[in-house]
């Protein structure tokens, strides 16, 4: 690995380990008279956004290796410090409830059909592709193609998986939003839906940029 990358790494760890720490006790206010249970919305949300947020992290690190184009990787960096920072929150409140971090034979996003109805269409909620986790997480092959590519070529790839990506972050953090009862989660699960949106649409300008389109 390169000093370049190493440093972000670390960057990641402290940013982790500073927010888990203070925001431990945000969740336990607000309406938090009571621990959610390990099956509840806030509780899998706080798990599947966690490893959502941790492979944009990951796509943000191989492309400011893959590209030297200030603007792209400007953006790669505040997807990654944003995104290690939430992650951060959400595993210090799963820590704080006494909840593990993953469930054996817990399926991903068995929360989203809490609350009753069918929500499949909920915001152009997508659902996850072959050979992916959970909707908008890119596969094993399509992170290894991206750390082949380089220049404009790389600038394409990534910003076509993010925006896939921040799509399907948003249809959970609106799940969230509709489901979860934590107060202080609900929030930051709005603040992640206008943000991303914020986003895409700073990505789309820049793929048209580049002669590209959205890959749907």
């Known amino acids: 690995m390169t000093r370049t990358h190493w440093a972000a790494i670390a960057a990641v760890v402290l940013a982790l380990l500073f927010a888990g720490a203070a925001t431990v006790a945000s969740a336990g206010d607000g309406d938090g008279s009571r621990t959610p249970a390990s099956d509840s919305a806030d509780a899998g949300f ?89 909707p908008g997480m890119a596969t094993k092959a399509q992170l290894e193609k991206l750390g082949t590519l380089s220049g404009k070529a ?22 969230c939003v509709r489901l979860c009862t934590v107060a202080p989660e609900k929030q930051l699960a709005q603040g992640m839906v206008d943000a991303q949106r914020s986003e895409v649409e700073l990505m789309v300008d820049l793929l048209k940029g580049r002669g590209a389109q959205v890959r749907t």
């Open 46 to 134: 706080a798990r599947d956004m966690s490893l959502h947020h941790q492979q944009a992290v990951e796509m943000s690190f191989i492309i400011r290796d893959r590209t030297k184009n200030e603007e792209i990787r400007r953006l790669a960096y505040d997807i990654a410090n944003t995104q290690a920072n939430q992650r951060g929150m959400m595993l210090g409140w799963l820590d704080l409830w006494g909840l593990p971090v993953t469930t054996a034979g817990s399926e991903p996003m068995a929360w989203m059909s809490q609350g009753g109805g069918d929500h499949s269409g909920h915001s152009g909620q997508q659902s996850a592709g072959e050979g992916s986790l959970m």
């Open 154 to 175: 790389a600038e394409v790839e990534f910003l076509q998986l993010m925006i896939v990506h921040h799509n399907g972050g948003v249809a959970m953090a609106e799940g």
